[in-house]
C-alpha cells in the first residue's frame, strides 16, 4: 500500500490525539482485544494504516470509527499507550464536523444524549429514548420504541427507568432538573467546543 501524507498530516493536526498513531507499530493487539472486533471491517490498526495511506474517503465514511463503546480495553493494552479510543472518537467527530454521517443512529442517538447533557448536565435514562425514538417521526418512533421495548423493561427492574407517559412530538417533554452550576458546565462546553472548531479550521 503507497503511503501519501495529505490525509494523514490533516489527521494528525485536526483530530483529537490523531498525532498519537504516529507510533502505532502494527503490532494488532488493538484489533484483537476489541470486544466488537467480529463487527468491523476496519480495526483501528488497519484505519492507521488506510489514513496513512491517504483514503480519506475510506476512513472518514467507515461505519467502525463510530463503533468504539469506550470499554477502554485498546488504550490499556497497547503496548506503546496510543490512546486508541480517543483517536476513533476523535475520527467520528471530525467526520460528522466535515458533514459525513458513518452510522446515522449512532449519530442521532449522540445529539439527544449531548444535548440532555448541555442542557440539564445529566441524562435521562426515559427522555433520552424516547427523544431519540421521536427523531424519525411519530409513527416510526412507535416503532423503535417497540423494538426497544426489552431494554426498557431491563432498566425498569434495575430501577433506572420510571414509567413515563409516551409524549407526541409536538408536546413538550419536562426537562430533567438542572445540576448546581449547569452555567458554568455549559461555559466550559462552549469553550471546548470553539477550541475543536478552531482546530478543525
Not at 493494552?77 to 483517536?87: A, E, Q, S, Y
Request: aromatic share 6%; charged share 25%; proline share 6%.
Amino acid at each position: 500500500m503507497d503511503y501519501k501524507q495529505d490525509f494523514a498530516k490533516e489527521v494528525y493536526e485536526k483530530v483529537d490525539s490523531g498525532a498519537e498513531i504516529k507510533v502505532c507499530m502494527q503490532c494488532g493487539v488493538c484489533a484483537s482485544t476489541c470486544p466488537l472486533r467480529e463487527h468491523m471491517k476496519y480495526s483501528p490498526r488497519k484505519i492507521w494504516t488506510l489514513i496513512r495511506a491517504g483514503r480519506r474517503q475510506e476512513v472518514l465514511t467507515s461505519p467502525d470509527i463510530m463503533l468504539c463503546t469506550s470499554c477502554y480495553t485498546c488504550k490499556v493494552r497497547c503496548p506503546r499507550g496510543i490512546p486508541v479510543i480517543d483517536v476513533m472518537h476523535g475520527l467520528a467527530s471530525y467526520a460528522l464536523s466535515q458533514g459525513i454521517t458513518p452510522r446515522e443512529e449512532t449519530a442521532k442517538f449522540g445529539s439527544v444524549f449531548w444535548a440532555g447533557i448541555y442542557g440539564t448536565g445529566r441524562v435521562d435514562e426515559a427522555i433520552v429514548p424516547i427523544q431519540y425514538c421521536l427523531k424519525d417521526g411519530l409513527v416510526a418512533g412507535l416503532k423503535k420504541s417497540l423494538g426497544m421495548m426489552d431494554i426498557g423493561l431491563s432498566l425498569m427492574k434495575a430501577k433506572r427507568l420510571k414509567p413515563k407517559m409516551f409524549i407526541p412530538p409536538n408536546i413538550a417533554i419536562p426537562p430533567s432538573h438542572k445540576i448546581k452550576g449547569i452555567k458554568e458546565l455549559q461555559r466550559m462546553l462552549d469553550k471546548a467546543k470553539a477550541l475543536g472548531a478552531r482546530k478543525e479550521g
